[in-house]
């Protein structure tokens, strides 16, 4: 096998283990990654209580060369096909060889990313005075990261089924996750006949459509949620988003996607994970 590999990958690249020990480094390799994103998440949420910044704070630490700067931009959650799997996987392999504590670590790292994702949900309804049925608001990205449509344990399925069972109609906007896909993660069809309507909107609470046009969701938004961080979302225009949006208009920044002063007098209201900014 090696021999093989020998005609792409450096001899030096190239590492010998017994078979236990390579299927245990694949599922290790993602449960750290897994690991360190929920640790920063941990951090968002004390950095929000506490009047500190997640990004300072990751700036600090990822300069010590013991850590690194890896894997220290706080989010939404992860997601993806492999994360939440061969966490599982370990947690399923300790619990048959009756390493309980080992299983219970592990099987936190995927509890605590289910709970970061509903915190953000909540965070959200709060903010908008405590409801938000037959509110519109906006969502900036579907897929588990930009450059993809891949939208497999994506933490917009969860935030999205949040706001939906709390009555709010969702205008979901992705450049590259179509209408189907988001359909089937919802398990709920578009109802295209929204975008369309412009009055007497909040009738179709817990409904949602697909926007094509990134401009046009603004249209009567009550609040803004951006969950991937596409490029995309890094131009918009905050001054001539506000003039389209409801008062008092509000900006749910997952991604760290805004930089403040870009939003400096619209007059919306911003709220940036981490950012533990004076109430």
Request: proline share 1%; with cysteine; aromatic share 10%.
């Amino acid at each position: 096998l090696s021999k093989i590999y020998l005609n792409w990958v450096p001899e030096s690249k190239i590492l010998h283990t017994n078979i236990w020990s390579s299927e245990l480094a694949k599922l290790t390799a993602n449960a750290f990654l897994a690991q360190r994103i929920s640790s920063i998440n941990s951090i968002a949420a004390l950095c929000e209580a506490t009047g500190a910044d997640v990004r300072e704070v990751s700036r600090a630490i990822g300069s010590d060369n013991r850590i690194g700067s890896k894997f220290l931009n706080s989010g939404p959650g992860f997601g993806g096909s492999c994360f939440k799997k061969d966490i599982l996987n370990l947690v399923y392999l300790s619990r048959f060889f009756k390493l309980d504590e080992v299983a219970d670590f592990w099987e936190g790292v995927v509890n605590f990313n289910e709970w970061h994702q509903h915190r953000i949900s909540k965070l959200i309804v709060k903010k908008l005075f405590g409801t938000v049925t037959g509110k519109k608001i906006y969502i900036l990205g579907f897929a588990f990261k930009a450059n993809t449509n891949d939208t497999r344990e994506s933490s917009a399925i969860n935030i999205c089924r949040d706001l939906l069972e709390e009555g709010a109609i969702l205008f979901i906007h992705d450049p590259k996750v179509n209408s189907m896909q988001i359909s089937k993660d919802l398990g709920l069809s578009s109802n295209n006949s929204l975008i369309a309507q412009k009055e007497n909107i909040n009738t179709y609470e817990g409904q949602w459509c697909f926007i094509d046009d990134l401009n046009q969701g603004f249209n009567n938004a009550d609040a803004v949620v951006i969950l991937t961080e596409w490029e995309v979302y890094n131009s918009i225009d905050w001054l001539m988003a506000a003039k389209k949006m409801r008062n008092p208009g509000w900006v749910f920044d997952s991604r760290s996607v805004i930089k403040e002063k870009n939003i400096i007098g619209s007059k919306l209201n911003l709220w940036r994970i981490g950012d533990g900014v004076d109430e």
